[in-house]
C-alpha cells in the first residue's frame, strides 16, 4: 500500500509541470487566441536576466500531503506527515514551475519607454528593433522583427 502511493511522487511533478503557464513571449494560453492586440514597434534600450517566480497550486500540497500520510505508520506520524509533505510539495511544485526571464526594456517608435517581462526563451540585445504587442488588460510581448 505504502509502495503505492510513493508512485504518486513523479505523477504529482508531471501534473504540476502540466499545469504550468508558459511566461514566453512565442506562446498563446487559449483564451488569447482570436483576441486583437495593438502592435508597436521600438528599439531594445536592455535586456537583462530576472527569475520568474513558480506557481504553487493545491496539486503539490494535496500530494505532498498523501505522500507525507504514506510514510506515517500511526495516526500522529500521518498527520505529522502530511502536513510536512503538503509544505513540502508546494515548495516542489514552486521550483518546477519558475523559469528564467528576461526584462526587456524598449523605447518604442512614439518615443515611450516600457518594461516587459517574460521566459528567456529568445535573445534581445540593444539597439535591436523590435515588435511590441500590447493587451487591453496591460499584458504585453517583445518579439523579434
Known amino acids: 500500500m505504502m509502495a503505492g502511493r ?3 511522487i513523479p505523477a504529482i511533478a508531471v501534473m ?3 499545469c504550468a ?4 513571449g512565442q506562446s498563446y494560453p487559449r483564451h488569447e487566441t482570436r ?3 495593438n502592435v508597436e514597434y521600438g528599439e531594445v534600450v536592455s535586456a537583462r536576466a530576472v527569475e520568474i ?3 504553487a497550486s493545491l496539486i503539490g500540497a494535496f500530494g505532498g500531503a498523501e505522500v507525507g500520510r504514506a510514510v506515517g505508520d500511526t495516526s500522529i506520524t500521518r498527520a505529522i506527515g502530511s502536513v510536512a509533505g503538503a509544505v513540502a510539495g508546494h515548495a516542489i511544485e514552486r521550483k518546477i514551475t519558475a523559469e528564467e526571464g528576461l526584462e526587456i526594456i524598449v523605447r518604442l517608435d512614439r518615443d515611450d519607454t516600457i518594461a516587459v517581462v517574460q521566459a528567456a526563451d529568445v535573445e534581445f540585445a540593444p539597439g535591436e528593433r523590435v515588435r511590441v504587442l500590447l493587451g487591453h488588460f496591460g499584458e504585453a510581448r ?3 522583427l
Open 6 to 8: 510513493l508512485l504518486l
Open 16 to 18: 504540476a509541470s502540466a
Open 21 to 24: 503557464y508558459s511566461a514566453s
Open 35 to 37: 483576441g486583437a492586440y
Open 53 to 55: 517566480e513558480g506557481d
Open 142 to 144: 517583445v518579439t523579434p
